[in-house]
């Protein structure tokens, strides 16, 4: 009984530990060109970090931005996917972390076998978490 007591409890920590840790800058990177590569624009614009967003007086002016840029970002990315038969695959070449900022280059391969190197630029908050870089 004791041995699988001990047992359980070294399970959960490290469930608690796996679950605590933060995602990497290309780890977000990744995420949002996942998105991008099923169409999911409110996924990417969730990824999105916003100065006000950790203000709850701001939460509807926050709102609002993000879905203004959904609507951009589709009607931008929609032609662009469709023109290109969409994203194939991506990998991250580079990650370059400085401080409280980030830049992820990726390189994408489109569905016509054409590539194109990306810079994602991203900012973390306060909380240690990584945004994809809003601009505002």
């Known amino acids: 009984m004791k041995k699988l007591l001990s047992m359980m409890t070294v399970a959960l920590f490290a469930l608690v530990l796996c679950g605590c840790q933060e995602k990497a800058p290309k780890d977000v990177a990744c995420d949002a060109m996942t998105c991008m590569k099923n169409k999911d624009y409110e996924g990417y614009v969730k990824l999105m970090y916003f100065k006000n967003q950790e203000d709850p007086a701001k939460a509807e ?38 401080e409280d900022k980030a830049t992820v280059k990726m390189k994408v391969t489109y569905g016509n076998g054409e590539t194109k190197d990306n810079d994602m630029k991203l900012v973390k908050d306060k909380d240690g978490k990584w945004w994809l870089d809003s601009g505002k």
């Open 61 to 98: 002016e926050v709102k609002k931005s993000r879905e203004q840029i959904v609507s951009l970002v589709k009607d931008k990315m929609d032609k662009e996917l469709d023109s290109k038969q969409g994203i194939k695959n991506f990998e991250v070449a580079e990650e370059k972390i400085e």
